[in-house]
DNA sequence: AATGAATGAGAATTCATTCAT
DNA sequence: GATGAATGAATTCTCATTCAT
């Protein structure tokens, strides 16, 4: 499991909605500063609750400035999005790095997405959220993730590493379910007494799910009764 | 894999939320009336979206007769989850009736879920939506659906159809989020030129979970390389 | 001059916006004090400063309740407009009525107006405002009085009381024309310590405005300079 | 009919608002840009629509700068206002040089009025606009062109081409009120496909108006049934 | 049991003006 | 002289909910 950060490019310069110029560089560090200040309002109050006074008067900064940086409460909520994806995959291909097999980077890749969940769950639900509010963007997201993957599944395949008989693309977006919805269940569903979810996977869980994993796509070595 | 329907008790005596007091045939008809025109409304426009008076509208019914049946918005939005809940259940459990194997039924339940996807699209991201709107109740939902499943994991463990080391939780978890992010992708993101998604899911994504998920349960015949 | 009254029909039955429904006897009401509070708002402040909430206020109104009975501003401002020429034209037509001679009903139909004028200062500058706001109510507004101006001019025309060779549609625009400046510099910009304009046009003005139109109108006796 | 130029001092030096000193020739050139870049912001958008920012942006000048020349949005328009003032009483006064009669000069002063407006439709409602935003300079404007006008009228009572029964003052101001609708009506309102008003005055409407004011101004030959 | 007029808190958004650079 | 980021008061409009009929 591979991904190859940088497929995507994120790093378009800055332009202001308002005035159509680039950014300067106190424009910059406000941008920033919205932006913040949006994760942190639109993952506890999710985005029908939150408001661009809300994220303004956390940002400390005046209402009528949001509008300099971004169109709509909308937007915003789209740039954040793009952001966590950003971070999210950043902290998978982290955690694969030095990998030494398939298993291994399977087992990392979603060791990184879990703790991407568990250190920032609230920012989890605002990409969930995007289903509903910004349904391309949310497509953006997923596709990156899933692309990567496929990719190293494709690989894998070619070495053998990987059951030949599975479509690499389908496989990949049951992956990202079952991570995602393991996620939700066994981190965001498990708060302690402060709200907080577990920092980890409860072993338990995730050694049932690497076992699951490995089963699914390890090559067969006997021929199993086909499908239909 | 079973859905012991009837598990919840989904026919307690209708009460009116104003008078407090059982409902009339007249009540019941004008409640039912109301439920239904909700689910096109949330439906077509999402919960947000929607409003009491496109509901009444749609309807037929007067505005202020709508707090004679439900306390708010939210409420008829949980009612309405509910039911489809139960509606999807039905469609999975009857795709099932008659499996004659595990695998049989594996694929008969997906595919039972995946019809009940494909026709009522909009229904489902009403569903999905519940997160957002009413955490409590899309938490029932998942589980009413995975306790089924998860017995049905149990009872083919308990025979050696499935292997004995998966958690049965975790798998059923997994399993449910696969199925998920597929239909997602594959039935809800693949509208024709009239919106409609495809009637079923194309035969290679279809055939590529099957073997995914029979490669994941099937009992191992040789002892792979252990969890570290 | 003769203002056949009716020729437009005012008395469409009212529709909610918000419903798409008649108004109710109640409905009426509440529409009947949104309109006359929209009259003084409006007047004593011009449209721009005028806002929605003053006028539910002064209305002793919900702001909410704005808009069920109009659309926006703007759609109260027009219909503002519309009845006041409704008004205007009624005591225009009212002042003619049994003038016995063409001088004689001249003079009287200026009156009316001049009195109208006098008597709702600030409304007669929402009429010229609407140029501004809603060119096509404004005119419909000039139209709907010069419709009536022409049509007595024709039939002066006939019976030789006004001089043939004009044309009574430029003639209608033209004294139309002065009746406004004459009211502007000589009522509206003429207030006493109270800000009321006189009640009535100074006489030197209102005799010196007669002369020049019974001149303009008067057949003529003699052969003038004919134009180039 | 004669309009003395110049009896309204224009030329004052002009001071910066901000520094309170009078202007460079650099600080004349921008505020001579700003104005431009006003002319045609208020004459396409209007007063409330045109904003400090659409301005400044069309003349290629900092939003800050715009400070340095004008007190506030309207003070550009008031000084945009007189300087139109100063056009259209320019354009009128050269069409009545050379004027050989009383009729010729009333016909040559009236042309250049609506050629002017003719010309510049939008410019035209920016002045009747003023009344709205700020009646005071709308009152220099109409004092300005009356002022001539009623020179004009006496002089030519005092040899007899108009009748001398006429009040000058009310006479002038009732003509002027003439022009503005008949401008408004039959140019302003009488747009091509493009937009564009027509060139000139439709003949008949000019002839009709000039038999019009020929008839209302000329000594009586007969003496008429006097006003009551 | 049914109705719909009334309500007002709350949201997004605009723009003239200020002021530190 | 010139700049443009920052500001926040003010505006329009929505809609879930109440309540008198």
Same mark, same amino acid.
Do not use: C
């Given at each position: 499991?591979?991904?190859?950060?940088?497929?995507?490019?994120?790093?378009? *310069?800055?332009?202001?909605?308002?005035?159509?110029?680039?950014?300067?560089?106190?424009?910059?560090?406000? $941008?920033?500063?919205?932006?913040?200040? #949006?994760?942190?309002?639109?993952?506890?109050?999710?985005?029908?609750?939150?408001?661009?006074?809300?994220?303004?008067?956390?940002?400390?900064?005046?209402?009528?400035?949001?509008?300099?940086?971004?169109?709509?409460?909308?937007?915003?909520?789209?740039?954040?999005?793009?952001?966590?994806?950003?971070?999210?995959?950043?902290?998978?291909?982290?955690?694969?790095?030095?990998?030494?097999?398939?298993?291994?980077?399977?087992?990392?890749?979603?060791?990184?997405?879990? $703790?991407?969940?568990?250190?920032?769950?609230?920012?989890?639900?605002?990409? $969930?959220? #995007?289903?509903?509010?910004?349904?391309?963007?949310?497509?953006?997201?997923?596709?990156?993730?899933?692309?990567?993957?496929?990719?190293?599944?494709?690989?894998?395949?070619?070495?053998?590493?990987?059951?030949?008989?599975?479509?690499?693309?389908?496989?990949?977006?049951?992956?990202?379910?079952?991570?995602?919805?393991?996620?939700?269940?066994?981190?965001?569903? *498990?708060?302690?007494?402060?709200?907080?979810?577990?920092?980890?996977?409860?072993?338990?869980?995730?050694?049932?799910?690497?076992?699951?994993?490995?089963?699914?796509?390890?090559?067969?070595?006997?021929?199993?009764?086909?499908?239909?």
């Amino acid at each position: 499991m591979t991904l190859p950060d940088g497929m995507v490019d994120d790093d378009a *310069e800055l332009i202001s909605p308002a005035t159509g110029r680039p950014l300067t560089k106190r424009g910059e560090a406000t $941008r920033r500063r919205l932006l913040e200040a #949006a994760e942190v309002v639109f993952a506890e109050q999710g985005y029908h609750e939150a408001s661009i006074v809300k994220i303004t008067e956390r940002a400390g900064i005046g209402l009528g400035t949001f509008y300099l940086y971004f169109d709509s409460k909308q937007s915003i909520f789209e740039a954040l999005v793009i952001d966590l994806n950003r971070r999210v995959r950043h902290s998978m291909s982290e955690a694969m790095e030095g990998a030494t097999s398939r298993l291994d980077a399977e087992r990392a890749g979603f060791a990184g997405f879990f $703790r991407f969940t568990a250190e920032h769950p609230a920012l989890y639900r605002v990409v $969930r959220e #995007a289903e509903f509010v910004s349904p391309e963007v949310l497509r953006l997201h997923y596709t990156r993730i899933v692309e990567g993957y496929e990719a190293g599944l494709r690989q894998a395949q070619e070495v053998g590493d990987v059951d030949r008989a599975l479509d690499p693309e389908t496989t990949a977006w049951a992956l990202m379910g079952m991570g995602e919805l393991i996620g939700m269940r066994f981190l965001l569903w *498990e708060r302690d007494a402060d709200g907080r979810p577990p920092a980890q996977l409860d072993p338990v869980v995730f050694d049932g799910m690497t076992r699951l994993i490995d089963n699914a796509l390890a090559p067969r070595t006997t021929q199993p009764e086909g499908p239909k």
